[in-house]
């Protein structure tokens, strides 16, 4: 199972989400493939450093961490879908990285559901998917 992680998803487990940190390292422990973006780290790296207010070298280190265990990729598409312009980058990656899903609490995004053949779902429906799978 391949899945992109919206950024809040990565923010809600720096803030001590347990529902969002078990997603996370089950993507750490090779569980699902997380996928990402270049765009999607750099922009996870701002909201740690400028929106919640960690040093340069925390979120460095959680920029490492991800990057070492992600599957990294540059998108090969642009997309201009999503209403809120900004989440278009992870339709982007989640196309071009073969992903089944993305997974996120923007309602930008939930509210597509579906994009190719991509789904949107949420933090708790991703992990009783990923719970009930062998």
Same mark, same amino acid.
């Given at each position: 199972m391949r899945v992109v992680f919206d950024t809040n998803v990565? !923010?809600?487990?720096?803030?001590g989400s347990r529902m969002a940190r078990r997603a996370l390292v089950m993507a750490y422990r090779k569980r699902v *493939?997380? !996928?990402?973006?270049? +765009?999607a780290l750099v922009?996870? *790296?701002? !909201?740690?450093?400028?929106?919640?207010?960690w040093d340069d070298n925390l979120a460095y280190r959680w920029h490492q961490r991800i990057s070492s265990r992600f599957h990294?990729?540059?998108p090969s598409?642009? !997309?201009?879908? $999503?209403?809120d312009p900004s989440d278009d980058k992870f339709?982007? $990656?989640?196309?071009?990285? +073969?992903a089944d899903y993305i997974v996120?609490?923007?309602?930008?995004?939930?509210?597509?559901?579906e994009f190719a053949s991509v789904k949107i779902i949420t933090l708790i429906e991703f992990l009783r998917i990923v719970e009930k799978a062998p």
């Open positions: 990565f !923010v809600s487990a720096a803030l *493939t997380g !996928v990402i973006s270049y +765009e922009e996870l *790296t701002t !909201v740690l450093r400028g929106g919640i207010g990294m990729i540059h598409v642009q !997309v201009d879908v $999503c209403r339709l982007a $990656c989640a196309l071009s990285g +073969e996120s609490n923007d309602h930008d995004l939930l509210d597509l559901k």
